[in-house]
């Protein structure tokens, strides 16, 4: 008895160990085992309140607000992610089609430029640029690709 209790001990402090070395990662059991890359990738991007992230990820329109107008036209509403962060996207319609379809509910699914701010952050450049200076994004809507 004493031997299998010394053995159960050692098997204890051994995962420990391997769990302190990094060795052995674990997640845990929560939503984050639904939540995909682009989220994950979000996430760290605001926590870190890093910018000039490029990303593709996919959401639920929570609002749509009314148009930028001040320079560049840009379509403007807030998804939220798997995760529950909520973004901003500022869709320029000077330069891409507006999603005249879009309402709260719809799943969009995006690719584009993250830059933090404190609310969640924005997601931008989710058209082709012209100037070829960004990668061109896109928005999907409803099976149609808008860029």
């Given at each position: 008895?004493?031997?299998?209790?010394?053995?159960?001990t050692?098997?204890?402090?051994?995962?420990f160990?391997?769990?302190?070395s990094?060795?052995?990662?674990?997640r845990?059991?929560?939503?984050?085992?639904?939540?995909?890359?682009?989220?994950?990738?979000?996430a760290?991007?605001?926590?870190?309140?890093?910018?000039?992230?490029?990303?593709?990820?996919?959401?639920i329109?929570?609002?749509?607000?009314a148009?930028?107008?001040?320079?560049?036209?840009?379509?403007?509403?807030?998804i939220?992610l798997?995760?529950?962060?909520?973004?901003?996207?500022?869709?320029?319609?000077?330069?891409?089609d507006?999603?005249?379809?879009l309402?709260k509910g719809?799943?969009v699914?995006?690719?584009?430029?993250?830059e933090?701010?404190p609310?969640g952050g924005?997601?931008?450049?989710?058209?082709?640029?012209?100037?070829?200076?960004?990668?061109?994004?896109?928005?999907k809507?409803?099976?149609r690709?808008?860029?």
């Amino acid at each position: 008895m004493k031997k299998l209790a010394l053995v159960a001990t050692v098997l204890i402090a051994a995962t420990f160990g391997l769990l302190e070395s990094g060795l052995i990662v674990t997640r845990p059991a929560s939503r984050s085992d639904s939540v995909s890359a682009g989220d994950e990738t979000l996430a760290k991007a605001f926590a870190n309140r890093r910018s000039s992230v490029q990303v593709e990820d996919k959401g639920i329109v929570a609002a749509v607000l009314a148009d930028d107008n001040d320079g560049s036209r840009h379509q403007r509403f807030i998804i939220e992610l798997e995760s529950g962060q909520t973004l901003l996207i500022a869709h320029n319609i000077d330069l891409a089609d507006r999603i005249n379809a879009l309402k709260k509910g719809d799943r969009v699914e995006f690719y584009g430029e993250y830059e933090w701010n404190p609310r969640g952050g924005v997601i931008h450049w989710t058209y082709h640029d012209p100037a070829g200076g960004h990668l061109s994004g896109w928005i999907k809507h409803d099976g149609r690709i808008y860029h």
